[in-house]
């Protein structure tokens, strides 16, 4: 079957979905796969062979003629849309079915196809109006999960927040290619590097597809939206919808002439993400809030490699630009995929429990064991640690960032590779937190005595995630292979430099530590049941009755490290304090509030508001009133127009 | 093969040379205190008379409680694989072998803290909670070090970083990786491995809940890394590339001794710092680091 005929098998199967999903599960589920496979297909065709794949319409919509176009940048995210969009369903066979959520189900299949549709539509769109027309599609399809249990009151706010945020971004976009198209005369996008009075564009794209990645000043919307939203969903918005916004990034950063210092503006939005990112993460309490922050933080990690590589394109440091460059789009595959497993394991935490909020869960390894590995695995993958994928993409931005400072050793530069340490380390003590205050030690509430183990077809989708974790892990030559592809469709003149980092030996050398783990785990397990193995209480001191509220909560844990970043955390404390002999009640609440919109744009807003609110009543409808405001106006500019004849 | 001969060699120095140090340290100490101290090998014993001891698990305890420390201690074997070993040089260089180093660190410290929480007791979650938080700061001044280092030979590969000669920046490269070693092990004035206050300590109170052959691991890896830091410390101070043979034998092993020495005299004359100058000490370590760096980056080593 040739390219096109997978596209369009591809798109009938997900439309399929779309109109099955409301009734009929099964053959949801099959379309939902089924198109998923064939974009795979598609896609590894296109980055496997290196041919790329456009397709003009005989007709016209809205004006224009539809071109789809798949080349080396969109089939790469094409494969995350596909591999996420098609575990998700899986996942929500189990997660969110007929039995347990009526109302919802039927909706939640629809709207999953319909979003995975508009994902790969925006990916092959090359003509401005059908861009945005797939982009506002997709933006609406995310709205529709994020609020398929409307029920609650904080999704619908969630739901808002994130439908006013996205379209403040579209609203960014529909400037940008409309200019776009008023500049060059025409709708149809592609590569045009060499019309420089082109490159302010590339502000407002920023701005637009900022939005949509979750940048930091600009993720307002990012952490609520995620944490509201079924799991399933938050997994794809997480892992693949916040992706859109790269990919718009990258796509017209390789389309359109850069303006100057657009790489250092990048790598700085990247170093604030990152850092910013994973110091809210550590603070949070709920868990896929915790998650939700991370996404944030790995956003900025892909920005600092993307920044690095518009850098190197504008300073001709093509080995480098490339490293960093190639490093932002295998961190952008990693982290869809490990940050899917994370949110499918926070979904089965929740479905077990009913709760996110980690000081009322723990223990929970004993009743889901495979969900506390699964996770554990997920969290070693997204703190960057060898032998997994996520050590693969930091090791290669790593490695790009050191030849750049070892070249002319800019301040950014350094001071990027610092944060990115940084950053490192606040995510391994976010995810320490995250998963040894769920999974380990004793269950703190009520909430984890009737925990159970997720069903297989959840359990079957994070395992499918992890396993992807694990072979990029030891087998990174394999992607490189493909992201070279890639990369030369974004900059064809980088594709004849051929210095590959040594992939191979870190592959091998991941495999060989791997085995070494199992190995020495084993062996060490095996000696210790040899010499025999007693179980007693925790030790505790001497202490003979521990009780499971006497343990480190979260909020404790994070205490230090979150203490550092209290300038921006901002954290509200409510306490009673016990009082008198038999102190009756007394409580202490903390909450991290999201920083730039409550103490940023909420105040911003208000002010706006009370404005508002004041004009409002000087519209009394008293004649006086209007005669006085136009008498008042009329003086107004006849002193304009005096002051303007003294000059 | 040699190959295989020069790969066992360098596993043996890094298994059994490791348990020296902690010993030369303690000799160190009780001479200090003008006492005669326990024998230099005492950890060899210790190990050996773990390693056939039974094992008492917390009733909260996963599998992960044992399999922490196995991983760790293969991640810190691994990290101290891959660095130069003086004459012997270096097994398996390329690109970037540096940050695996520093990640497997990571990873080893991910393990021990996971583990600690296992136990669901307060004491391992605060000193997994001190663990965590002061790695943010060792981690900026280790990558500022890795940086100074990189700029200062044009390379990202440990082998040619640390073969290079010493300068003037050397002197607050070296100053900035002793706190750091001091840091990441637990040493006085940052944790005191002596105390028998379980609310003070770092390292020590994460691996309460050990026995038996898992504490034996556990040991012989802080060992490790206590061995690891040394060698990296020595090595990116004194020209190793210059020496070959029976010097650099001879350079490496006084280094490292010394390194010794300085910390068994840190912890005689220094007391453990309260824990809120701990980030202070911690954040002067990686101003050194930076400093090293601008020194390694105007071009002032010579």
Known sequence: ?647 | MSAIVEFLVRLAVWLLLAPLLPGLINKVKAWVAGRRGPPVLQLYYDLARLWRKGVVLSTLASPGFVVGPAVAWVAVLGAALLLPLGPLGISLSFRGDVILLVYLLALARFCTTWAALETGSAFEGMGAAREVSYAVLTEAAVITAVLALSLRSGSVELGTMLASSAGTGSVLLAAGLFTVLLAENCRVPFDDPNTHLELTMIHEVMVLDHSGPPLAVVLHGAAMKLLLFAVLLVEAVLPFGEWSGLGGAVALIGGVALVGVGVGLVESWLARYAFKRVPLLLTTAFLLCLFALLVAWKGGWS
Not at chain 1, 59 to 83: K, M, P, Y
Not at chain 1, 291 to 316: K, R
Not at chain 1, 333 to 340: D, Q
């Open chain 1, 1 to 647: 079957m040739t390219l096109g005929g997978w596209i369009a098998l591809a798109l009938a199967l997900l439309l399929g979905g779309g109109l099955a999903g409301l009734r009929l599960p099964r053959v949801w589920l099959g379309c939902t796969l089924g198109g998923t496979v064939a974009l795979l297909v598609a896609a590894f065709t296109t980055l496997g062979v290196g041919v790329d794949w456009v397709w003009q319409s005989p007709w016209s919509l809205g004006g224009e003629r539809v071109h789809l176009r798949l080349d080396g940048i969109s089939a790469w995210f094409l494969t995350l849309v596909a591999v996420v969009g098609g575990t998700g369903a899986v996942y929500a066979r189990g997660y969110w079915p007929d039995q347990a959520q009526p109302e919802s189900a039927g909706r939640g299949r629809a709207w999953w196809s319909v979003l995975v549709l508009c994902m790969a539509l925006v990916l092959l769109c090359s003509n401005g109006l059908h861009f945005l027309m797939a982009w506002e599609a997709f933006a609406l399809a995310g709205f529709f999960l994020i609020t398929l249990d409307r029920a609650r009151r904080e999704t619908r706010a969630a739901g808002w927040l994130y439908l006013g945020a996205s379209h403040a971004g579209t609203l960014g976009l529909f400037a940008f290619f409309s200019m776009l198209a008023a500049r060059t005369g025409s709708w149809e996008l592609g590569p045009m590097r060499s019309a420089t009075e082109l490159a302010p564009l590339f502000w407002v794209a920023l701005f637009g597809f900022g939005v949509k990645a979750g940048l930091f000043p600009l993720h307002i919307w990012l952490p609520s939206a995620h944490t509201n939203a079924p799991s399933h969903v938050s997994a794809i918005l997480s892992g693949v919808a916040i992706k859109m916004g790269l990919y718009g990034l990258v796509r017209f950063s390789g389309w359109l002439p850069l303006p100057k210092g657009a790489g250092w503006v990048v790598l700085g939005l990247g170093v604030a993400s990152a850092l910013m990112g994973a110091a809210f993460a550590l603070a949070q309490n709920d868990l896929k809030r915790l998650l939700a922050y991370c996404s944030v933080e790995n956003m900025g990690v892909i920005l600092i490699g993307l920044g690095a590589g518009l850098l190197g394109l504008a300073d001709g440091g093509a080995s480098w630009g490339r490293m960093a460059m190639a490093a932002a789009l295998l961190h952008a595959w990693n982290h869809g995929l490990f940050k899917s497993l994370l949110f499918l394991g926070a979904g089965s935490v929740l479905h077990a429990t009913g709760t996110r909020e980690m000081s009322r869960l723990g223990g929970l390894w004993r009743a889901m064991p495979w969900t506390a590995g699964l996770f554990a695995f997920g969290a070693v993958a997204i703190c960057a640690l060898p032998p997994l994928n996520g050590f693969v993409s930091e090791w290669l931005l790593y490695l790009g960032l050191f030849e750049s400072a070892a070249g002319h050793a800019p301040v950014a530069i350094v001071a990027a590779i610092i944060a990115l340490g940084v950053t490192g380390a606040l995510a391994l003590a976010a995810f320490v937190k995250a998963g040894a205050v769920v999974f380990l030690g004793a269950g703190r509430t009520r909430a984890t005595r009737d925990a159970h183990e997720c069903g297989w077809w959840m359990r079957g989708s994070m395992l499918a995630l992890a396993g992807l974790c694990a072979l990029i892990g030891v087998m990174p030559l394999a992607p490189w292979f493909f992201i070279t592809r890639s990369l030369a469709s974004w900059e064809p003149g980088w594709s004849g430099i051929e210095s590959p980092p040594p992939l191979a030996t870190l592959g091998l050398l991941h495999l060989a530590v791997a085995l070494a783990f199992v190995l020495a785990a084993l062996a060490l397990w095996r000696r210790a049941q040899a010499k025999g193995i007693r179980r007693e209480l925790t030790w505790d001191c001497g202490y003979s009755a521990p009780s499971a509220r006497m343990q480190y909560t979260g909020g404790s844990f994070a205490a230090i490290a979150s203490g550092w970043f209290r300038w921006v955390l901002r954290p509200e404390r409510q306490m009673r304090r016990p009082r008198g002999l038999f102190p009756a009640q007394s409580s202490r609440v903390e909450r991290v509030p999201e920083t730039v919109l409550e103490r940023v744009l909420g105040p911003a807003g208000g002010v706006v508001m009370a404005a508002s609110a004041w004009v409002r009543q000087r519209q009394r409808g008293h004649l006086p009133d209007y005669i006085l405001y136009l008498v008042a106006g009329l003086v107004a500019v006849g002193a304009l127009v005096l002051a303007g004849s003294w000059r």
